[in-house]
């Protein structure tokens, strides 16, 4: 057997208790404190990247700087040592090492004036070899 259809009304919005109500609002500061409180984390999270950014930055700029300054000087200890190789084979590159040592030729005299200096090399340029 069907059942004659009758309209139904709709269904009523579900009824609101005051009570439910005042506890959703009671809860919106303790919300706003939880979100500030993040906000606040977050905040000072940031600061700290930022600061450990600046000192990262700071102190990679002056190890590098530090880096070239060595590698500059490096440079030079290699090209001293060049021209100290190429020097080696040169007779007279050697003529003048010796004759800064103090040495003298075969065929020539040796002049020593009363006031010279007991070790030569003032008319020298000391060379370092790294």
Known sequence: MLWPMTPTSP???PRRDLRAAWRQVQRLPVTLML???????GIVQLTFQLGNLAYRSVTWTRETHATQVRIQGLERDVRVLQEAERGANDPAYLEVL??????VGENE????ATGAPETPGENCAALRLP
Do not use: E, K, N, T
Not at 98 to 103: I, L, T, V
Not at 109 to 112: A, G, P, Q, Y
């Open 35 to 41: 979100a500030s409180l993040l906000a606040g984390l």
């Open 11 to 13: 269904p009523s919005p």
């Open 109 to 112: 005299d040796v002049v020593v």
């Open 98 to 103: 010796a004759r800064c040592q103090g040495f």
